[in-house]
C-alpha cells in the first residue's frame, strides 16, 4: 500500500503571473494558503515582497532571473501589481508594503495569508497590471 503524502501541502502556488522589462517576473498569490506559500516558500530571501496596506489583498513577490537589484520603476511595477490585486483595486494612488522577503515571517498558529513583515518602505503607487501586447 503506497504511503500517504499530506493533503494539505502544495509546494506550487496558485499566481498570477506577469513580466516586466529587465527579466523581472511578479507573481500575485489567489488565496490565503497560496499567498502563505508564496511569501514562506517560493520566495528567495533577496526577492522583493508587497502588499497593500491595511486592508486585504494578494502577496507579491518579485523575483529577476539573474540576481539584481530592481530600480524604482521596477520596484514601483511590482507595487502597482499588488494594488491590482486587493480591495483598493478602484482607487487612485494607495501606499503599498515593500521589503525583502527575508523580512516576512509567519507567527505559529497564524491564519492563513497573515504575516508579520520587518523593514518596510512604503511606496505610493496607482493599482494596474502590465499591458500585454497581442
Do not use: C
Not at 17 to 33: C, F, N, Q, S
Not at 38 to 45: H, Q, V, W
Not at 49 to 73: A, C, E, T, Y
Not at 119 to 127: Q, S, T
Request: proline share 8%.
Amino acid at each position: 500500500m503506497p504511503s500517504k503524502e499530506k493533503k494539505d501541502y502544495n509546494p506550487e502556488p496558485k499566481v498570477w503571473r506577469y513580466e516586466l522589462p529587465g527579466g523581472w517576473i511578479v507573481m500575485a498569490g489567489k488565496t490565503d494558503e497560496d499567498n502563505d506559500i508564496l511569501s514562506l516558500r517560493t520566495a528567495r530571501p533577496n526577492d522583493w515582497w508587497f502588499h497593500i496596506r491595511g486592508m486585504p489583498g494578494s502577496h507579491v513577490i518579485l523575483q529577476s532571473q539573474g540576481g539584481g537589484q530592481p530600480d524604482n520603476k521596477t520596484l514601483k511595477a511590482a507595487a502597482s501589481i499588488a494594488a491590482w490585486h486587493s480591495k483598493a483595486r478602484n482607487a487612485g494612488v494607495v501606499p503599498v508594503a515593500a521589503t525583502l522577503a527575508v523580512n516576512v515571517s509567519k507567527q505559529r498558529g497564524a491564519k492563513p495569508g497573515t504575516v508579520m513583515v520587518k523593514k518596510e518602505k512604503i511606496l505610493k503607487v496607482r493599482p494596474g497590471i502590465p499591458e500585454t501586447e497581442s
